[in-house]
């Protein structure tokens, strides 16, 4: 169940609206100074989180140097974008080639738009799509939580988001941070019940990834709840909200149904993106699920070392894949149900979608990266007034894991993204 | 479940409600049942993308990188040559409609390494041409009868490779043959 939305009044302004009697004094009215300035401090802590992120992935990633040319042709997926960003897409018909045919329009529209607007180069314009998205997310994200969090939770979830392993994605150019964007402005439609405005940004999502079209499940779910609030299991469909969400509902495959659309018409295949999708899949890898299964990892654990770890951070990635629905099941209660749900859903399917050697595993990293409530969950297990502990001493090991815990993702961080940096730039990452 | 103690009266959409509503769900349906059509009937091979395919002409020496030919299921190229994966690698290609099969003709693939020896079984267009092994770097030949190559359309030729492996653990491609080049050339001038 959700948990109440919490006074974000500290108890010593609580306790100033007491007069001597005990009686609690009527709120001073809310001025526009006091207002404004409100609003400027829920500004500052998404922008010091989301700049506390960016220099730690800059001085992981020499990113000031890439941004001067030296290493700046690019690599990957950005590679990609780019050259839909400039070309347009072309498609030979072979499925087993890998072409830009494979990636969807929203990420390389919006570089393109920016690249006319500001008149910046491709690269940068990617990049800085990329980079405004990150923070207009984590403000949006800010908002949203803090409707029902406390501020400490909401900072962490931020923070666990900024600095987890797989971070740097939200910063190298990739596509997530618009994805990660679409997602918070899903969730901030749905909780103040904007139905039809949280449907249309799913159907815009959904021209960035294809699997986006499944965050509709988020109003849905959080309509549902309203409507049995308001006129019980029997009478739910008395709601009209419920029934114009309903009837609306579809346009949330507005974006993958128009590009399919875009590509019958262009290449007489609508599905293209997914045949050619072959070509990035390896036919012998086999699933993270599948090596759990069949006690593949046992032995990685024997040859376990530190050194292991350092050389081979995909290990860290599949921890978290493991770690990932017991950290979520151990916070349900805590958790609003529409994003656990759409988390359960999510993770139900990306395991399909991964294997087991590092490129791949990198995808689940990046991947998990823009489900927030997973960061919400861990956020919530270290809060200490979770803790059904005495004060002080749950207090003093709340803060001890809570640190230690930081201070791991920021090494776990710069490891993995110093790894990927060798790979992204040393050439082995270039697409051929 | 409680129930609520103020239930809010049952209210009606509006006429333009329900228009916009059924709306949407009719282009969405169509649309679905479009795409599923299309999912369910795809094949690679489809007429339709032959215009697409890469045209290989008979006598050409044929690369591994895909200007020539489609390489389904083998891994990606690397510098100088393309490895196979898994167990069964197809390389298709289109021939020009004024291409002369009406003669045996001599198939040839190249390989820069294998892993071990590998027994391969050659098909082209579903018949089978030849069983050999091929171990390290060296060409593996057979002769495809006239008239099996197919002139205006895609053909198959496909490689079956019953003892593929993986090179390492860190490596988890099931690998056997490295190719660099291929070709089909007349067996007499």
């Known amino acids: 169940m959700a948990s109440p939305r919490r006074n974000s009044l500290s108890s010593r302004s609580r306790a100033a609206r007491r007069n001597r009697a005990g009686k609690v004094a009527p709120p001073a009215p809310v001025t526009e100074h006091r207002r404004l300035r409100t609003t400027l401090l829920n500004l500052a802590i998404p922008l010091a989180i989301f700049l506390f992120s960016f220099a730690l992935y800059a001085l992981a990633c020499d990113s000031f140097t890439r941004a001067t040319g030296r290493a700046a042709a690019g690599s990957w997926d950005e590679t990609w974008y780019r050259y839909i960003e400039k070309a347009g897409y072309v498609y030979n018909g072979n499925i087993y080639e890998q072409q830009n045919i494979a990636f969807f ?31 207009a997310a984590f403000v949006v994200l800010y908002f949203v939580l803090r409707r029902r969090y406390s501020l400490p939770v909401t900072a962490a979830t931020l923070l666990l988001l900024g600095v987890g392993p797989f971070s740097e994605f939200l910063f190298n150019g990739y596509s997530e941070p618009v994805f990660l964007l679409g997602i918070a402005l899903t969730f901030w439609f749905a909780v103040r019940s904007k139905w039809l405005a949280s449907v249309l940004t799913i159907g815009v999502t959904s021209a960035g990834r294809p699997y986006g079209c499944l965050l509709a499940i988020v109003p ?11 006129h019980g299991w029997r009478h739910l469909f008395d709601s009209t909200e419920l029934q114009k969400l309903l009837l609306v509902l579809p346009l949330s495959f507005a ?21 050619v999708g072959r070509a990035w899949t390896s036919a012998s890898t086999t699933s993270t699920v599948w090596n759990l299964v069949t006690w593949r990892y046992l032995h990685a654990l024997r ?51 991964c294997s087991s050697n590092p490129i791949e595993i990198t995808n689940l990293g990046r991947h998990l990266l823009v489900i927030y409530p997973y960061p919400l969950a861990l956020a919530l297990w270290i809060e200490p007034r979770e803790w059904p502990l005495p ?27 110093f790894h990927y940096t060798e790979i992204f730039y040393a050439g082995t990452g270039q697409v051929s | 479940m409680t129930s609520p103690a103020i239930t809010p009266p049952a209210r009606r959409l509006g006429l333009r409600w329900w228009i916009a509503g059924v709306s949407v769900w009719a282009l969405f349906l169509v649309w679905m049942i479009w795409i599923l059509i299309e999912a369910h009937g795809y094949d690679p091979f489809d007429p339709r993308f032959i215009d697409n395919a890469p045209l290989y002409r008979i006598g050409q020496t044929a690369n591994y990188r895909g200007q020539q030919a489609f390489f389904l299921g083998w891994s990606s190229p690397e510098a100088g040559f393309r490895w196979s994966e898994g167990h069964k690698d197809e390389i298709a290609f289109r021939l020009a409609n004024d291409a002369d099969t009406g003669r045996p003709l001599l198939l040839s693939l190249h390989f820069v390494m294998t892993a071990g020896r590998q027994p391969i079984r050659i098909t082209v267009n579903g018949v089978f041409l030849k069983k050999t092994d091929a171990v390290g770097a060296g060409p593996v030949t057979a002769i495809a009868p006239a008239g099996l190559f197919q ?39």
Not at chain 1, 124 to 133: E, N, P
Not at chain 1, 220 to 230: N, V
Not at chain 2, 152 to 172: C, F, H, W, Y
């Open chain 1, 105 to 135: 329009p929203l990420y390389p529209l919006l570089g393109a738009l920016l690249m006319k607007l500001a008149h910046l180069s491709a690269d940068g314009a990617l990049l800085g799509v990329s980079r405004l998205s990150t923070l």
């Open chain 1, 220 to 230: 849905l779910c959080a309509c549902i709840e309203k409507a049995r609030k308001e």
């Open chain 1, 255 to 275: 974006g993958i149904a128009l590009h399919t659309l875009y590509l019958g018409w262009r290449f007489r295949d609508p599905l293209a993106f997914a045949h």
């Open chain 1, 303 to 353: 040859q376990f070392s530190f050194h292991g770890i350092l050389s081979h951070p995909q290990l860290l990635g599949q921890l978290i894949f493991l770690l990932a629905p017991i950290t979520l099941l151990l916070s349900f209660r805590k958790l609003a149900p529409a994003e656990t749900f759409l988390f359960l859903i999510m993770i139900g399917l990306l395991h399909l979608l």
């Open chain 1, 391 to 417: 004060r002080r001493l749950h207090r003093r090991i709340a803060a001890g894991i809570w640190a230690l815990f930081v201070v791991a993702l920021i090494v776990a961080g710069a490891v993995a993204s």
């Open chain 2, 151 to 189: 002139p205006g359309r895609i053909n198959a030729v496909t490689l079956e490779l019953a003892s593929a492996k993986m090179p390492n653990s860190q490596d988890t491609r099931l690998l056997a043959v490295a190719l660099d080049t291929f070709s089909i050339k007349p067996t007499t001038p």
